[in-house]
């Protein structure tokens, strides 16, 4: 055998061995943030009862969707994709991984502390575009890692997935210039907004999620229809930004291109039912989660439809309520219960994740069910209350899957020697 392809060999090998305690410290502190997060989420559920705090609700609020960004979604997708794409991953040498999380959670910190304190300041504005970078770092690496490998389904969503987040950035970099021509607050300003909260969402967001999924497909041989399922996404996804440019009512020939965009994605989600449905699901917790997952990223692509109605679109800026109830469908409902699933080993004591689940799945349903009617003019005396005492759910069954997540990384670590 050549000098050059044991040198190769010893390399995947010690890449290899780094990694998993890596991928176990990634994943652990993702949960660990996911706790924080909901504990800031049900802080701000309880400003409508407290007379006073130290700090505004509007800075914490920032510090919340920064944190769930940057502590949360991106690190744990970053840390999926190093467990299933090992093959990829060990192509990288092993310090620009180590470096990537290390400016994920030093930037995801650094916004969590920074924002509540001072909102949009130098210190926070500083983290936050580190956040930025660390995308792009990560953008590099995973398309290098997979520049040589067979253009699978799951290897193409993962790389448009980066492509997309790379393009969200556009928006964060174009506030300061119009902030400095005076057009701060203008439809421009949050229609730049509207755009890096899209193309996360609907590109990164789901791309990676779809490449993961596929990737488990790809394993037991299963391909399906897949790249048809690709490419209505790839299609989609930049004329649906229009459905986020209706709050300003636009020209109705906005509402159109954002509706055929919306229905390409209908039609992405049929020939991805079809894959499910084709699979021999075993009714087990980890699929029961999968299917539950994509029930909620279906309403969501419904719901995108509906939005391309301009009625539906003045409704949907009208309430505030509607909306925070579609970003937690996304966030809470389709990615981070697909996390869920993705992250449960098959075999271990999962009574502790379980109830962890079970409460996490009744506060999700409650008080999203609760948003949507006061979002529909449905009163009651004692909602801000309710609306707390559910949201304390999700702190409690975080808790208890991060408890279990650390379990089963420990485990893991031991069981490798690391």
């Avoid at 290098?144 to 193409?156: A, Y």
């Avoid at 004329?239 to 440019?245: C, D, E, M, Q, V």
């Avoid at 021999?280 to 909620?296: D, E, G, Q």
């Amino acid at each position: 055998m050549p000098v050059t392809a044991v040198v190769s060999s010893n390399q995947k090998i010690d890449s290899h061995i780094k990694l998993q305690p890596l991928i176990t410290t990634v994943l652990s502190l993702s949960f660990l943030n996911l706790f924080l997060l909901s504990l800031i989420g049900t802080l701000l559920r309880s400003f409508p009862l407290i007379s006073s705090f130290p700090l505004s609700y509007k800075n914490i609020l920032h510090g919340h969707s920064h944190f769930a960004f940057g502590g949360w979604i991106m690190p744990v997708l970053f840390g999926l994709f190093l467990k299933y794409f090992p093959v990829a991953a060990q192509k990288i040498q092993y310090h620009h991984w180590r470096n990537i999380a290390s400016f994920m959670f030093a930037s995801a910190y650094g916004m969590l502390f920074s924002f509540p304190v001072q909102g949009y300041k130098a210190v926070s504005i500083t983290f936050s575009t580190l956040s930025i970078l660390a995308s792009f770092y990560l953008a590099v690496m995973t398309w290098k890692s997979l520049k040589d490998e067979v253009q699978v389904t799951s290897n193409r969503f993962i790389k448009w997935g980066m492509v997309y987040c790379v393009l969200s950035s556009l928006g964060p970099f174009a506030t300061a210039p119009l902030i400095v021509m005076g057009k701060a607050g203008s439809i421009l300003y949050f229609d730049a907004i509207y755009f890096f909260l899209h193309f996360q969402y609907n590109g990164f967001f789901i791309f990676f999620v779809l490449g993961i999924f596929y990737k488990f497909l790809e394993k037991s041989n299963h391909q399906g229809h897949g790249k048809k399922v690709f490419q209505y996404f790839n299609i989609s996804c930049i004329p649906t930004f229009a459905l986020s440019l209706l709050w300003s009512q636009p020209p109705v020939w906005v509402n159109i291109i954002g509706g055929i965009g919306a229905l390409l994605q209908l039609a992405a989600l049929i020939y991805l039912i079809k894959d499910i449905r084709s699979i021999s699901w075993k009714l087990n917790f980890r699929n029961s989660l999968m299917l539950i997952c994509f029930l909620a990223f279906s309403i969501k692509l419904v719901l995108q439809v509906c939005s391309a109605l301009p009625s539906v679109a003045s409704m949907a800026f009208e309430q505030r309520n509607f909306v925070i109830a579609y970003l937690h469908l996304v966030l809470l409902g389709f990615v981070s219960l697909f996390v869920i699933a993705m992250v449960v080993k098959k075999g271990e004591n999962l009574k502790r994740i379980k109830n962890g689940v079970l409460l996490f799945l009744v506060a999700f349903v409650s008080t999203e069910t609760l948003l949507l009617l006061n979002a529909f003019s449905v009163h009651f005396h004692s909602y801000p209350q309710t609306l707390l005492i559910l949201s304390c759910l999700f702190p409690l069954g975080i808790f208890l899957m991060y408890q279990q997540v650390s379990t089963q990384n420990k485990k893991l670590l031991l069981t490798n020697g690391t």
